[in-house]
């Protein structure tokens, strides 16, 4: 995180004046035809400002360290005014308050020559970290706004219909606190294969509120033959929840599309939006079980 890059970085430059002072004194399956289990998913990597952030946070902190380098005679003499009372404070204060406050102990040691010297050197650090402060916050605001927008990521809209042929539309979530929704096609092993225990998990969670469907990305609008083949799956794993049959032009055929990786799974509240990361896996794994219910959980818990 950028915050705690920023962080590490000043806790650098004044490592670097306490040290100076102290040493004075003291498992899936492939999109559609790679059947191999236990694939990561491929996510679409958004591009990130931090990298620059950073070479703007190492640039100004470097400069910290050249203001003090260049003086090091003088504040030397302020460093050994340093003890470990003045080093626990300063992990609490800004840097530049930090070295005042030495620079006042120090003033018996100090000529009128060196004070100006040292304002000098203060005032510029003082600006820095006027910089680097902004740079913080403005991290922060940016994150926070992140933040925001994952919370409110909706799943796309759709008016589709189940593979009995019955209309279903994303009012689905409306009726549910929970609902996992299960990404899965006829040809992928691990995603018949978890099937009896997403059923399992459909029952246990429709008690508390929840529900589980199913969307067959092979079983398309128009596509009869998959539709029956997935019927037909469904039926020897006496499967009831819904499973549903997408048009692939609509936005949640082009967000199916988007998956590299099958199984998938996604939990979504009961507002339709999207609650935390893509489980990739079958439900039957049980560490992903785990994941899948710790989840269901959390967001039972919001919805009380």
Known sequence: MIIKNEKKIKKTVKVLAITLSLSLVLGACGHKNNDTDNKNVVKTEEKDSSSNTDDKIIELTSKENDIIANNKNLWNKVFEKADKNDTEKSKEMPYDEYLKSLVEKSKDKLSEEDMKKIDNDLAQIKDIESKLSKLKKDTE???????????????????????????ISNDIFKDKKVTLVNFWFNGCSPCVRELPELQKLNDEIDKKGGQVIGINTEAIDGNNTAIKEAKDILDKQ????????????????EYAGKIMSYPTSILVDKDGNIVGEPIVGGIDNEKIMESVKDGIDKILSKSK
């Open 238 to 253: 006496g499967i009831k929840y819904k499973n549903i049959s997408l048009d692939p032009s609509s936005d949640l055929g």
């Open 141 to 167: 605001k940016s994150q926070s706004s992140n933040e925001e927008s994952d919370d409110l990521q909706k799943f796309p809209a759709f008016n589709a219909k189940t593979l009995n042929g019955e209309d």
